[in-house]
Every structure is written in C-alpha cells, then in structure tokens.
C-alpha cells in the first residue's frame, strides 16, 4: 500500500498542479459539510490518486474503526479505554454505551449542571467575597488549557461573560501576570486537569491558593475544578457541588466539548457553547454519514497522508486568515502531534512509514511578512492549509476583510502557480542586462506547483467553530488508523516528566548533580553560579 502510494508520487511530481485544474475539477476536488467548503483542487492529487487513496480508507478499515469508536468500544487499546469525546456533543442523539451503560444521561447532566453555573456566574448570582465575578481565571495545561484557550479568543466577539484569562505555564511569569490583573475578591479560578496530578497545574493552584488566601476568607468557595478525579479535588478542598467530572473515555486533548469548556461556557454563555457543541455534532453526522469521496475529514487525512507518507513532506503548515484563530496551530499542534506522532503501530511493530507531519503555523496576513519567504521559495515544500471566513464581525470595516480574503487567495495562487524565469526577467528587464539581468531575475524565481488546502466558510460562529475542530478531530481519528497506530495515548511524554521530578532537587541543591551526564551536570552548576 505505501510503496504504491509513494510510486504514484513520484510518477506525478513533475506535473504542474496548474495544468489539471479546470473548473470540472475546482468542483468535483471540493467537499462541502453544512455550509464549509475544503477545496483540495490545488494539489496534485488527481481521480486515480484519489481513487487510490480512498482505497487505503477501506483496507485499513478505517469505516469499522470509526463506528466502533462512536460506539464506545475500546479502540484506545494501549490504555484500555473507549474514545468517546463524540458523546459530550451528542446532544440529541441516541444512547451511548460503555461496559454496557448508556453514558448520556451523565453527560446530559453535567452539561446541565455546567449551563446552570456558568450563567449564575454571568449574572452575579454566584458571587466572589468582593461582588459579582469579574475574572475567570483556568489553571490548566496541554489539552486542558489549549482548547478553552484557543475558542476564548477565536470567540472573542461572542464573549459578553466575565474576562477570562489562561495559565497554563509553570514559569511564574505566567500566573503572576495573570494574577496581578485580578483582584481575589471578583475572581473565579477553575482548576483544570482531567488527572488532578499535573505538577504544572497543581503548582499554579497552590500559588492562586495562597494569592486568593490573602483577601478572601473562604478561598475553596471562589474555586472550581474539572477532572476525573472526585477525590483530588475535595483533597484540595472543592466543594462538589463545583467540580464537574468526566470520565477517563475523554481523551485530554479532545475534552473541551465538556468540563473543561467552562471557562468558555461562562464567556460566551451557555446558548452559545451548546450552539459551538452542535456545529462538532454536525461534523459528527457528516462524518458518520457522507461517502468517502465527499467526506470532509476523510479528505483531509488523505490529502495529509499523500503530501507526507506519499510525496515526503515532512510539516503542514495551518495558516488561517481569521486573527481570532490565533491559537489554532497551537492547539492542532497537540491534537495532531500528541496523537499521531508515534513511531509504533498498535501491534508493537515499527511504523512501515514515517509518523503524522510537524503542524505549525500562523495567522495570515502576518505570517506573509515573517516566513512565507521559505514556503514560496525554500527548497522544501510546505503543504499549506488556509482558513477563511467570509465575513468578519467588524461590519464597518468590512473593506479590510476584502482585502483579508484577497490575500488568502493570492497566497494559494501564487503557491500553485509561481512565477518562471521568463517572467521574472520581464520584471527587472529594465534595470538590469546581460549577466546580471540573469543573476537578478534567478532571484525573483518561484517554481510554484507548491500545493494547499482552503477551508472557507461564511462567518467563524460557534457552531462553524464546532465544526472545524471536529473536522480536525475526524481527520486525525482517520490518519491515525490508516498509519495502523494509536492517536489517544501519549506515551512520549512522560519521560520528561519522570526526569524533571528527578532533577528538582538536583537544581535546588538538595542532591548532587554526578550522576547526571556532563552537559546536564554543567549546565546545573551554571544556572547554581547565576542564582537558580
Ligand atoms: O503530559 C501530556 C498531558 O497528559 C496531555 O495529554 C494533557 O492534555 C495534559 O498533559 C494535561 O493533563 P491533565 O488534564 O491531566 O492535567
């Protein structure tokens, strides 16, 4: 399967993507779910790739696999769990089952129990020591920070609650930044972590702790926690009636649909979080439902395992023309890298091909000024993937946002066509001759045939914003399982983990650093020299 895959790569590298695209194939290399379009039309991939390449969806069983995992079977098997992120959305849908127990009246009930909550909170009715809460404040990390982070901000103009700030970082630069713009007697902290043992969030919740502690007489009264752990977080002294639980079958970095969406629920209220909800559902439906060849997320797992395991590239870059989608390379980072970035399938062998790419990215127009350079004229190809609205929410400058989706457009243009060297000469014709016209216009070369995908929909609401991280959610879920390994552990993690809880009294001085190696061991004695 691979090596036919990376044969039909190179038999098609030389191919200028331009030269097949007709407007028979701008429509049938498009998918639409709701009202989202995923053009795929600027890449090299024609009907016999796809063809090929949905043929991989069926012999890796990739339909199974996903009715298995909207069943709740234990499709996680490293852990021994269900995946079953897709029940906290489930919101008019049927019975759910684990071990034999329908798990949505639960779910139903906690979403419930945090509707109620969050709009006590919004309204002033639950109130801090000093009056109506002003500051929301989740102390989290990973997936119990990025995902409420990142839907904060890319909800911003949907945000009327309280403000709401992240920390996520053990550095104390980041809670004391935080907590200086707060004042304890208006503030809500939500402790968020699905274990209740992460030593950076339960650091930063000690030390909101004592800040809080100094102004306010019931500190457990202003906290709240999420997690699936009753009994840590009464050891911490949260009262029940302000944690709200999960269960081990929600993957850390798939959980923001739940409790660990609080914060997000109290911005933008409780309506708009069930409508964010709906939009992933809709997602839900579309994936369960739709053909392959007009399946959005398994579309863009395949154009993702064709520009990686097949053409070799080794990043994806996400580049969304939305500034409020800021945060979406960073959480894709962990969705994508921290599930699909694994060298192991789920029977132990070695991964036949390389592992799921390097996600990165920025917001355009920015990122154009900054290392565009290199995706238009490096010497690696960077497969882009573009977001874009059709309208912003700022009505009055609307014009701005013309000029937005103007440049997304250019980008992907550009990229697919480049400029040859007849034209670039063209260009600088008139300042320059002879060997030097040449020397300069090499310079103004873009070899193009560089692919992208567009993603575009009418307006980032919180349903649209439902249905792009449940597409990206699906799209990992489907290029996992064609890799043949296991997106919902994170084993790679933990040795860090195991070796920074070694190292801490090494730093602090209570042990000797000789039996570290030498470049660690030095490394100690001069940040010791310099105070740490
Ligand atoms: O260390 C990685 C990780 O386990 C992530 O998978 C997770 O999202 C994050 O840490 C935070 O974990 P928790 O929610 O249990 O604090």
Not at 165 to 170: A, E, R
Not at 471 to 477: A, C, G, P
């Amino acid at each position: 399967m691979w090596n036919a895959l990376k044969a039909k790569a190179v038999e098609v590298a030389d191919r200028r993507i331009e030269g097949i695209l007709d407007t028979n194939r701008a429509a049938d290399f498009a998918v639409q779910a709701g009202d989202m379009r995923l053009d795929y039309a600027k890449t090299n991939i024609d009907a016999a790739t796809r063809d090929m390449l949905i043929g991989m969806l069926e012999t890796t069983g990739v339909a199974a696999k996903r009715d298995a995992m909207f069943a709740g079977a234990a499709i996680n098997e490293t852990e021994g769990r269900a995946v079953l992120h897709t029940a906290l959305r489930n919101l008019d849908g049927g019975p759910v089952m684990v071990d034999g127990a329908d798990v949505m009246p639960e779910v139903l009930g906690t979403l419930q129990r945090m509707g109620a909550f969050a709009e006590d909170v919004r309204s002033g009715k639950f109130k801090g020591q000093g009056g109506k809460i002003t500051d929301v404040v989740n102390i989290g990390i990973g997936g119990s920070d990025l995902g409420p982070a990142m839907a904060a901000l890319a909800l911003a103009p949907y945000h009327d609650g309280p403000r709401c700030h992240f920390v996520s970082n053990v550095d104390p630069a980041d809670i004391a930044q935080v907590l200086r713009s707060c004042d304890p007697a208006t503030t809500l902290v939500i402790v968020a972590s699905k274990t209740f043992t992460t030593i950076e969030t339960m650091t930063n919740a000690r030390t909101a702790q004592a800040w809080m502690g100094e102004k306010v007489s019931d500190v457990g009264a202003q906290f709240a926690a999420l997690s699936t752990s009753a009994e840590k977080t009464a050891a911490m002294g949260i009262a029940p009636e302000r944690v709200f639980g999960f269960e081990d079958w929600v993957g850390g970095r798939y959980s923001m649909w739940g409790p660990i969406g609080l914060s997000l629920m109290i911005a933008i209220g409780e309506a708009g979080f069930l409508a964010f909800l709906r939009g992933a559902q809709a997602m839900d439906v579309h994936f369960q439902a739709a053909e392959w060849h007009e399946n959005m997320p398994a579309l863009l797992a395949l154009v993702g395992i064709w520009h990686n395991q097949g053409c070799g590239h080794p990043t994806r870059a996400v580049l969304p023309y939305d500034n409020n989608l800021s945060r979406l390379p960073a959480y894709l980072q962990q969705l994508e890298m921290e599930s699909n970035g694994k060298g192991v399938s789920m029977d132990g062998a070695d991964l036949p091909v390389h592992s799921g790419p390097v996600v990165w990215g920025e917001p355009g127009t920015n990122g154009q000024h900054a290392f565009y350079q290199l995706i238009h004229q490096g010497t690696r190809v960077v497969p882009c993937e573009f977001l874009v609205a059709a309208r912003g929410h700022e009505d009055a400058l609307h014009h701005q946002h013309q000029l937005l989706v103007a440049n997304c457009l250019a980008q992907s243009e550009a990229l697919m066509k480049g400029r040859d060297l007849d034209e670039a000469r063209s260009k600088v014709a008139d300042k320059f001759e002879g060997a030097e016209l040449e020397r300069q216009a090499k310079h103004r070369v873009f070899k193009g045939n560089r692919p992208s995908v567009t993603i575009a929909y009418p307006q980032l609401t919180p349903f649209v914003l439902g249905q792009i991280v449940a597409l990206y959610e699906h799209r990992v879920f489907v290029e996992g399982v064609v890799l043949g390994l296991n997106s919902y552990d994170q084993w790679g993690v933990e040795l860090g983990k195991e070796l920074a809880t070694a190292l801490q009294p090494v730093v602090e001085g209570a042990k000797s650093a000789a039996d570290k190696d030498g470049s660690t061991a030095a490394l100690v004695a001069f940040l010791q020299k310099h105070g740490v």
